[in-house]
């Protein structure tokens, strides 16, 4: 359930507002169109996180206005199936059978009723503001007898409502507001990599999937050699992160505002991709292997500029290979300074437009580093990717443990004999991880897999903790504060 500071306060009843449809507002508030104009831009196939800042500055919301908007929007989605279930109830009929525009509306307007602190009075009239503005005035009476039933109720009393009875994954599918395949796959990870038993599994995934609901911190990445990470912080009005010995911790505020973020000295990036990069650049290597990089997957660019600042310092060359044109176009981009820094040395950092399946071929052996950051359902990403949950199925696992597996072999045949692969998903998914690994590893006999765990340290250089048996890495939102990330290190054994 909801967990907020702009959680409402009181479990009791609400009261109803006397004021009738005619005499609600009949114009929509910026920060509530803005929020709606992000749900059908979702729904349209937008991803959340890409396309809010382009609706604040569209809408020129000022930071308030702008932090207002994107709780707004994104409480919505992350809760869009707990909230489902409400509508369906209080407008007494599937959702189904609600318009997709009108019941964006309500969803928009249930979240201010139960995961906000607005009022209701102010949540029914600007809901139904909105409903006149963007659908029409005929849908303002259901809006509001929704909203009205729904405001009947606290957050408590419907979740308990519309909970299914006999508990087990529909009722926690309902109640932390996941799809029930998304409930299944994660208990199933928790389970294959030892993070859980079947003693202690619930716990973990209750933690789990209500960690999936709380809005991240905002972690940015000072990029070695173009920004310390005492300097970024000073400027971000951040704190370096006790966890990556490249991270900040922004505090507030907007990250496009920070000088070194707009110029591409600094990016935001999660702390769990922050640790891949820096995995794959402390991992051991035989001592004649080439002094060149692969990121063999790069788009849209933030794991291949920490990379590139890496193999810079190390005195290595990267090469960023990414198959669709407009995402190695945003690769270029993010390694423009890079790129520019690499010439003045006498090193390469390129990018290339092609298709990793077929990099082993043309290029056998002839890379030391190759990170395999793998296309995914990007299930463990949720808290920053609230739309991934309801936009994936588990019909996209045919179709991308295929290319899993092949990308994952290119590599073995791009890298050098003592080289090591680096194999990372933003899942946990046991179908595009563990079982990726070993049904690759079982058709070679060049390759071995070794213990990831050394080499994820934290900013002391101290161990990361609670990372398990090993030899792969599973990191966790409610263990490490990361996104879900799993990483193999796989060695190509000397001939």
Not at 113 to 121: D, E, I
Not at 277 to 285: D, M, Y
Not at 437 to 444: A, E, F, Q, Y
Request: net charge neutral; aromatic share 4%; with cysteine.
């Amino acid at each position: 359930m909801p967990d907020r500071p702009d959680r409402p306060t009181g479990s009791g009843p609400r009261r109803r507002s006397v004021t009738t449809p005619a005499q609600r507002t009949r114009r929509a508030e910026p920060t509530r169109f803005a929020a709606y104009q992000l749900l059908r831009a979702v729904a349209d196939g937008a991803y959340a996180n890409l396309e809010m800042p382009q609706v604040i500055r569209a809408r020129r919301l000022d930071p308030r206005d702008a932090a207002f908007a994107t709780e707004l929007a994104f409480g919505t989605i992350r809760w869009q199936g707990l909230y489902d279930a409400v509508i369906a109830v209080a407008a007494d009929r599937p959702v189904e059978r609600i318009d997709p525009e009108i019941l964006d509306v309500l969803r928009l307007g249930v979240h201010q009723l139960l995961g906000m602190r607005v009022p209701a009075h102010a949540a029914a009239d600007q809901t139904v503001g909105l409903a006149r503005t963007v659908v029409g005035q005929g849908a303002s009476g259901l809006v509001n007898a929704v909203l009205r039933r729904t405001g009947e109720r606290s957050l408590e009393e419907w979740t308990e409502a519309v909970t299914p009875a006999g508990g087990g994954v529909p009722a926690l599918a309902v109640r932390h507001s996941h799809p029930e395949w998304v409930v299944t796959a994660l208990r199933a990870a928790l389970l294959g990599h030892g993070r859980a038993t079947a003693d202690t599994v619930d716990a973990e995934l209750s933690a789990l999937l209500a960690a999936d609901n709380v809005p991240p911190q905002v972690h940015l990445v000072a990029r070695p050699g173009l920004v310390g990470v005492d300097e970024l912080a000073a400027d971000a009005d951040a704190e370096p992160s006790p966890a990556s010995a490249i991270g900040v911790r922004l505090r507030s505020g907007d990250p496009g505002r920070i000088a070194a973020v707009r110029d591409g000295r600094a990016a935001v990036q999660d702390e769990g991709s922050q640790h891949l990069a820096l995995a794959l650049a402390a991992a051991e290597v035989g001592p004649n292997v080439p002094a060149r990089w692969l990121d063999l997957c790069a788009g849209p660019g933030g794991k291949a500029g920490v990379l590139a600042a890496l193999a810079l310092e190390a005195g290595a060359d990267l090469t960023a290979v990414e198959v669709t044109p407009h995402r190695a176009d945003l690769v270029r981009s993010t390694l423009a300074r890079l790129t520019a820094r690499a010439e003045a040395a006498g090193h390469v950092v390129e990018v290339r437009t092609a298709d990793g399946r077929e990099v082993g071929d043309d290029e056998p052996g002839r890379y030391g580093r190759v990170l395999v950051d793998a296309p995914c359902t990007g299930l463990g990403a949720l808290r920053r990717r609230p739309e991934a949950r309801w936009r994936r199925r588990p019909a996209d696992l045919a179709t991308l443990g295929p290319l899993q597996r092949s990308l994952l072999a290119s590599a073995l045949d791009a890298v050098a004999p003592g080289g090591v692969v680096a194999y990372a998903t933003c899942s946990p998914h046991v179908a595009e991880t563990r079982f990726v690994v070993s049904d690759v590893l079982k058709k070679r006999d060049d390759v071995e897999l070794v213990d990831a765990r050394p080499v994820l340290r934290d900013a002391a250089g101290e161990p990361l903790p609670d990372l398990g048996d090993g030899p792969t890495v599973q990191l966790w939102p409610h263990v490490h504060g990361t996104d879900a990330m799993f990483l193999a290190l796989l060695r190509k054994r000397p001939s």
